[in-house]
């Protein structure tokens, strides 16, 4: 079965830059998304289709792709962004996650 | 507005078939494109997606369990109902459905529902 592979945790100062990488076999050729899942709360879609934003989700949220591993960027990051964070593909029209990576900002 | 909700049992035993119902408002799940997934979450653990029913009646299933589960809708009811068999403690987790479309996949999420399994 197809993989998506996260590392389980990233650490960020406020006001820095997080990078969050999902890596999975020709990535490249599947449509990748990204989730934030704050304690408690159901998971919220923050990219779409590897860089698209959906309404109400802040700029500072970006989505890119370079080889088989897929990039979620945070940039400014906020103590309020503190979540688990997963991504998301397609393959043979069913959906994968990935493990997830719970972003500390500290 | 789209909005979804999770509702049935919160506890079933061993080997019992579970049974949950989605409730959505805010689309119409006859709209071309459109689709309700499921997902789950043990507890303290990942998101694992489930299944996923289209407008057309197209279903999908993960190849992993897809034996124990059937994804039925609806459409004049607004309601998405999902079974799965065969429970055991380890599908202790809560369960959620969430809105697809061509626009956005799991765009829009329900509150989920904490099933346990236990005797």
């Known amino acids: 079965s197809y993989e998506l592979t996260q590392p389980p945790s990233v650490s960020v100062s406020p006001g820095q830059t997080a990078t969050i990488t999902c890596s999975g076999d020709?990535?490249?050729?599947?449509?990748t998304c990204w989730y934030q899942q704050k304690p408690g709360q159901s998971p919220v879609l923050v990219i779409y289709?590897?860089?698209k934003r959906p309404s109400g989700i802040p700029e500072r949220f970006s989505g890119s792709y370079s080889g088989n591993t897929a990039t979620l960027t945070i940039s400014g990051t906020q103590a309020m962004d503190e979540a688990d964070y997963y991504c998301?593909?397609?393959?043979?029209?069913?959906?994968?996650f990935g493990g997830g990576t719970k972003l500390t900002v500290l | 507005q789209i909005t979804l909700r999770e509702s049935g049992p919160t506890l079933v035993k061993p080997t019992q078939t579970l049974t949950l119902t989605c409730t959505f408002s805010?689309?119409?799940?006859?709209?071309?494109?459109?689709?309700v997934g499921w997902i789950r979450q043990p507890p303290g653990k990942a998101l694992e997606w489930l299944a996923l029913?289209?407008?057309?009646?197209?279903?999908r299933y993960s190849p992993s369990l897809k034996s124990r589960l059937t994804v039925t809708k609806d459409t004049s009811k607004n309601q998405v109902v999902l079974t799965m068999t065969n429970m055991d403690p380890v599908d202790t987790a809560t369960y959620y459905c969430?809105?697809?479309?061509?626009?956005?996949?799991?765009?829009?999420w329900g509150q989920g529902t904490l099933v346990t399994v236990s005797s």
């Open positions: 289709q590897e860089s």
């Open positions: 998301q593909a397609w393959d043979s029209s069913t959906v994968v």
């Open positions: 969430a809105h697809t479309s061509p626009r956005a996949p799991l765009d829009y």
């Open positions: 029913i289209y407008w057309d009646d197209n279903k």
């Open positions: 805010g689309f119409s799940l006859s709209t071309s494109g459109v689709g």
């Open positions: 020709k990535l490249g050729d599947k449509y």
